[in-house]
């Protein structure tokens, strides 16, 4: 008769974590140093992944550096991060394709530009950036003005097997306002962004992915109606899919007031209204759609202005976990949203584990050098990282 094999003696220190969904494993839970309480709340997840990083280098490296990109990104539990190709040099061509690899355990993965200095003109070389390493078409966030250039750069896409992250917006109407159009726009004096400029959007991209049958992404949704209608074009079958930004799930337009102009909720789409923000959250529950860090810091000298002329952008990668936790309130929510959508999407394989509390908490770190665009500083989040 077989005996049951013994467990390996565990070293000092050391304790058995359970694994969401798996088999518990070793962790050296001394140099956490968590109380007893925090201790027996550990739980270890799949790593996250972000599919809007948008760091700034090279070419702005007062945004961020290398060291400190993989240093946010180790803190907040992400081991992989799709980098946007609006940098300088811009993505456009394979000698730019350089900052593929592995850095402090965490793989920077490329994502091409759509289009030569993504100026909506000019197709890129989509096979040439594939077999460079590329491994998905974006936007870079700037609107496609011409609906033709995109139809023939998603039928390019669909021959190479690549996803296209496209921002659903109307090129005309996106560059209007700075906040959401609405009373509360009107009584801040400020100029308002329309929602219906991410209805457009949307409703070109579902028209456009049942066209050419190409995979679609939708990043940065934040409107009911935008979720709305990519619930039914997933329903009705369409290689379709969406994400929006962590913090969207607990910012809405009135933080802005609250905000007192506070340019780190300058953000680009802008902050929408309580209605769109439970809608958001409703979509990610129902697995409509994922998260996304959407990592854009921003320099100091880029937010110190007027509420209207600051740089729109905000750190992500260090408060996404627990901002998803605060508004879902389940773990395997988030796992679903920020870590198993993702890795799905770019066909991510890997096995690192990310240390969590989810009874913990994040105080969101003070605005201050690179954390002057964090728009969630000082915030109070449910659930913290302990570490990959």
Not at 61 to 69: C, F, G, I, M
Not at 240 to 267: C, F, H, K, Q, W
Not at 326 to 332: C, K, M, N, Q
């Amino acid at each position: 008769m077989a005996r049951k094999a013994r467990e390996k003696p565990l070293a000092a220190g050391h304790r058995r974590v359970p694994v969401l969904g798996g088999a518990a494993i070793d962790v050296d839970v001394a140099a956490l140093g968590l109380d007893a309480d925090a201790l027996g709340r550990v739980v270890a997840v799949p790593s996250f992944v972000d599919l809007c990083c948008d760091p700034g280098f090279p070419g702005f490296p007062v945004r961020e550096t290398p060291d400190s990109l993989v240093v946010a990104a180790r803190c907040g539990g992400f081991s992989a991060l799709l980098c946007s190709p609006r940098v300088d040099p811009m993505v456009d061509v394979p000698e730019n394709l350089g900052r593929l690899g592995v850095r402090g355990g965490v793989r920077l993965l490329q994502a091409a530009a759509i289009t030569r200095g993504l100026r909506c003109e000019e197709l890129t070389e989509v096979g040439l950036l594939w077999r460079a390493g590329a491994v998905a078409l974006s936007d870079g966030g700037v609107p496609h003005a011409d609906t033709t250039v995109l139809r023939n750069a998603l039928e390019y896409a669909r021959e190479f097997d690549l996803v296209v992250l496209l921002r659903p917006a109307d090129a005309d109407l996106d560059p209007l306002g700075v906040v959401h159009d609405s009373p509360l726009a009107t009584r801040l004096g400020l100029r308002g962004n329309p929602a219906a400029t991410e209805e457009i959007g949307v409703s070109r991209a579902v028209a456009l992915c049942r066209a050419t049958g190409a995979a679609v992404h939708l990043t940065h949704l934040c409107t009911a109606v935008g979720v709305e209608l990519l619930d039914r074009a997933q329903r009705a079958g369409l290689p379709i899919t969406g994400s929006t930004p962590a913090r969207n799930l607990v910012l809405d337009e009135n933080d802005v007031d609250d905000g007192a102009y506070d340019a780190r909720y300058r953000l680009h789409p802008p902050l929408r209204g309580a209605s769109d923000r439970a809608a958001l959250v409703d979509a990610v529950r129902a697995g409509v759609m994922g998260l996304a860090a959407d990592h854009q810091p921003r320099a100091p000298e880029e937010k110190d202005h007027e509420f209207e002329r600051a740089v729109p952008g905000s750190t992500g990668l260090e408060t996404a976990f627990a901002a998803a936790l605060t508004a879902l309130g389940s773990v395997e929510e988030v796992v679903a949203a920020l870590s198993a959508a993702p890795r799905s999407l770019l066909g991510i394989e890997d096995r690192s584990l990310t240390l969590v509390d989810p009874g913990g908490q994040t105080i969101a770190a003070p605005p201050g050098g690179r954390h002057r665009s964090a728009a969630l500083a000082n915030r109070v989040l449910r659930g913290r990282v302990l570490g990959m």
